[in-house]
């Protein structure tokens, strides 16, 4: 009892005027040394605990699963209905997979398609793949109308064009090489055609 009451820190502050031997304070600090050492032995004691449980753990974890390696191989070695199911599972795994091949495939030519008549397809409003049959269609009528296009354009935007752009290199003022232009196309296409059937000419371009 008394060496206990020397162990109380609370003891020795409220007892001041008591004062520990040499005798007494050795004791004191064996006592603690030997509380340290079985709290550090009861902590390696615990520790070594769970690591053997967990090595059983994973020990039985292990032992089942070889088990049940071993159990479904003799089920698909010995059962003829498994298979059977397997087989075909197995003729629908690789038939969905030759099938997203071919999606991929025919997704890649589309895209390459598209690309390749893009303008096309965006004159008709469509900025996205489509697919080939339709692309074609609209292949056919984007080049019929350009044909159209560029026939009229020949007789109307393209000589203005032309003398617009002559003009310009004389005249910097745009606006007013532009009526030059205007002025220039309407006198050999409206003007002289008319003077000429008027007077019963002959024009070159007739």
Known sequence: ?????????????????????????????????EAQKKIATTKVELDQYTSVLDEGTTY????????????????????????????KQAQKTVENSL??????????????????????????????????????????????????YSIIAFLTIVPVNIFFQGIS?????NWVALLLALFIYLVLFVALPIICSYFGINYWWK
């Open 1 to 33: 009892m008394e060496n206990n009451e020397f162990l109380s820190q609370d003891n020795i502050e409220q007892k001041q005027h008591i004062v520990l031997t040499p005798e007494q304070e050795l004791a004191r600090q064996q006592m603690i040394q």
């Open 60 to 87: 039985a974890a292990k032992a089942v699963s070889q088990w049940l390696v071993i159990s479904i191989d003799s089920c698909c070695n010995g059962d003829v209905n498994v298979q059977d199911r397997l087989n």
């Open 99 to 148: 099938d997203t091949i071919d999606k991929k495939i025919q997704r890649q030519q589309q895209d390459a398609n598209f690309k390749a008549n893009e303008a096309a397809c965006n004159s008709y409003g469509i900025e996205k793949t489509c697919p080939i049959w339709l692309t074609k269609v609209m292949r056919a009528g984007y080049n019929f109308w350009s044909l159209i």
């Open 169 to 173: 290199h004389f005249i910097k003022k």
